[in-house]
């Protein structure tokens, strides 16, 4: 049985600023590499638009990757064509696009795949004052989690078909 001190009780100021620094550089860290699948899904797009490339590069683009980035991760040719997707549905729209990089890309990739684009700009929108909460207080991941199954739920087509 351990008794607390008034130095231990006072140790927990700094564990909390500790916590607070790690979910900050967590944060910036999502923030940067949803920016990064951005630019790389526009760099495809624009590429493939112009038919410099075709879609057969992609893959080959993949494969470079792995071989002269040897540990990298996420740069499969599927998430490639998922960063360009991700860019071609979105790119029309700043608010919305500088929004969704407060989203880990695994929520994007969640929210792209069960949404129409213009109910992920209506929710966007409409729901500025969650993402400043968010950045605000950083809640965890099991809130974040229930706040998008309640738009899923909400914005979840009637039959698979509407998809």
Request: charged share 25%; hydrophobic share 40%.
């Amino acid at each position: 049985m351990s008794m607390k001190t008034p130095a231990a009780e006072s140790f927990g100021e700094i564990t909390k600023l500790i916590e607070a620094a790690r979910q900050k550089a967590f944060q910036a860290v999502n923030t940067v590499l949803i920016d990064l699948y951005w630019h790389v899904g526009k760099i495809i797009s624009h590429k493939v638009k112009s038919a410099e490339w075709g879609d057969g590069i992609v893959a080959q683009l993949a494969a470079h990757i792995v071989q002269t980035q040897p540990g990298l991760r996420g740069f499969t040719r599927r998430n490639l064509f998922r960063m360009r997707q991700f860019y071609e549905t979105y790119q029309g729209d700043e608010k919305v696009s500088a929004l969704l990089t407060q989203l880990s890309w695994t929520n994007n990739l969640i929210i792209l795949s069960q949404s129409k684009r213009q109910e992920v700009v209506e929710y966007c929108t409409f729901s500025l004052e969650l993402i400043a909460e968010y950045q605000a207080q950083l809640p965890d991941k099991k809130l974040l989690r229930e706040k998008l199954h309640e738009f899923y739920l909400q914005n979840a087509p009637e039959e698979e078909g509407e998809l």
